[in-house]
T-cell receptor
Framework: NAGVMQNPRHLVRRRGQEARLRCSPVKGHSHVYWYRQLPEEGLKFMVYLQKENIIDESGMPKERFSAEFPKEGPSILRIQQVVRGDSAAYFC??????????????FGPGTRLTVL | KQEVTQIPAALSVPEGENLVLNCSFTDSAIYNLQWFRQDPGKGLTSLLLIQSSQREQTSGRLNASLDKSSGRSTLYIAASQPGDSATYLCAVRRGQGGSEKLVFGKGTKLTVNP
């Protein structure tokens, strides 16, 4: 019974490069959430997706960041032209349902992005 | 705008002690509240989830309470052990029909000394 899987676990990029973070939700879960944890800060919501749809991207920076959750395959968080301030731990969570008692979010181990 | 505060930011106790971690939130219109554990460099492990209609949840040595009207939750850990050392995070979800996102506190870093 695999939980939420994220890869890579650690990612190093130079300024200006692209970062791609992958998240495979718990089998059967169709809702995915991305959160960012900056050093010494709490987790901040970025985006909520269902299969092929972005439901809430209110926490996503307007530029350079994008997310997708295709019909097949993992969810991808993409950061273009990374800057040092993007260095953080990025966590993905999934849930089986929206609303109701089935909405508990299960978290992955995170991807730690370091921008040199 | 929902804000979640956790006090204290850090706590160090001797093994065997009972302890309480506090969480407060500014908007009482929540759907549920979750307590998580985060080990250094690791992901989040869900400990307890309390629906807004509930007052407490228990799991082993852990007991979480919720007072929605006053915007407070506590996590009680009985007979603490060195293995309990971690950062404990509190998160709330806005009322039903609102966003699915969780709003987190900054956490309480707990150290249990043998």
């Amino acid at each position: 019974n695999a939980g939420v899987m994220q890869n890579p676990r650690h990612l190093v990029r130079r300024r200006g490069q692209e970062a791609r973070l992958r998240c495979s939700p718990v089998k059967g879960h169709s809702h995915v959430y991305w959160y960012r944890q900056l050093p010494e800060e709490g987790l901040k919501f970025m985006v909520y997706l269902q299969k092929e749809n972005i439901i809430d991207e209110s926490g996503m920076p307007k530029e350079r960041f994008s997310a997708e959750f295709p019909k097949e395959g993992p969810s991808i968080l993409r950061i273009q032209q990374v800057v040092r301030g993007d260095s953080a731990a990025y966590f993905c969570a999934s849930s089986p349902l929206a609303g109701g008692l089935g909405n508990e979010q299960f978290f992955g181990p995170g991807t730690r992005l370091t921008v040199l | 705008k929902q804000e979640v505060t956790q006090i204290p930011a850090a706590l160090s106790v001797p093994e065997g002690e009972n302890l309480v971690l506090n969480c407060s939130f500014t908007d009482s219109a929540i759907y549920n509240l979750q307590w998580f554990r985060q080990d250094p460099g690791k992901g989040l492990t869900s400990l307890l989830l309390i629906q807004s209609s509930q007052r407490e949840q228990t799991s082993g040595r852990l007991n979480a309470s919720l007072d929605k009207s006053s915007g407070r939750s506590t996590l009680y850990i009985a007979a603490s052990q060195p293995g309990d050392s971690a950062t404990y995070l509190c998160a709330v979800r806005r009322g039903q029909g609102g966003s699915e996102k969780l709003v987190f506190g900054k956490g309480t870093k707990l150290t249990v000394n043998p």
